[in-house]
T-cell receptor, first 116, second 110 residues
Framework: KAGVTQTPRYLIKTRGQQVTLSCSPI?????VSWYQQTPGQGLQFLFEYFSETQRNKGNFPGRFSGRQFSNSRSEMNVSTLELGDSALYLC???????????????FGPGTRLTVT | GQNIDQPTEMTATEGAIVQINCTYQ??????LFWYQQHAGEAPTFLSY????GLEEKGRFSSFLSRSKGYSYLLLKELQMKDSASYLC???????????FGQGTTLQVKP
């Protein structure tokens, strides 16, 4: 099976602009989670989508939003970019079958966003 | 709160054993995950514990004590390629939400 893919891999934006990042999960995986990784804060949970619904949300401002499509592909959007949004944005997918209490998450390679 | 604490850096010698500790506040988590992340790469899953005790997977083992809010990752027969960041993460039930610690950067020296 192909792994989690994310596009684009690298992005440079200017303060005030908005950006949309895309994630395609492993085939058959219905849960998609997004994380922000920075040297100072580490890996921080943004939100999780399951069956096109946001199931969990982290402590990020409303400028960060996401959605999931019927084929489980997900996008996240950041509006009014700030310098502090420069980070590696990681997407992870999980099979999420009801007969298992926990599921390992498989991470994509990430999108490196630089805000200038 | 859901803080997860782990040492920032560790150094060990090739062929040795190293234990990376992780402590967490017990409320809110009912499973502990360990991930490995090489510089410039995505995290890769190593193990998870939902019950107290030791889970062994080849050279890697992970231990959990839920009452103490304590976990560790044990790496045996260290190899140079084990130089990486090791991330401890708490999970809540059957969801994709993980709360990560800051990660422990392990340097393996010859």
């Amino acid at each position: 099976k192909a792994g989690v893919t994310q596009t684009p891999r690298y992005l440079i934006k200017t303060r005030g602009q908005q950006v949309t990042l895309s994630c395609s999960p492993i085939s058959g995986h219905r849960s998609v989670s997004w994380y922000q990784q920075t040297p100072g804060q580490g890996l921080q949970f943004l939100f999780e989508y399951f069956s096109e619904t946001q199931r969990n949300k982290g402590n990020f401002p409303g400028r960060f939003s996401g959605r999931q499509f019927s084929n489980s592909r997900s996008e996240m959007n950041v509006s009014t970019l700030e310098l502090g949004d420069s980070a590696l944005y990681l997407c992870a997918s999980s099979p999420d079958s009801p007969d298992q209490p926990f599921h390992e998450q498989y991470f994509g390679p990430g999108t490196r966003l630089t805000v200038t | 709160g859901q803080n997860i604490d782990q040492p920032t850096e560790m150094t060990a010698t090739e062929g040795a054993i190293v234990q990376i500790n992780c402590t967490y506040q017990t409320s809110g988590f009912n499973g502990l995950f360990w991930y490995q992340q090489h510089a410039g790469e995505a995290p890769t899953f190593l193990s998870y514990n939902v019950l107290d005790g030791l889970e062994e997977k080849g050279r890697f083992s992970s231990f959990l004590s839920r009452s103490k809010g304590y976990s560790y990752l044990l790496l045996k027969e260290l190899q140079m390629k084990d130089s990486a960041s090791y991330l401890c993460a708490g999970g809540s039930g059957n969801t994709g939400k993980l709360i990560f610690g800051q990660g422990t950067t392990l340097q393996v020296k010859p």
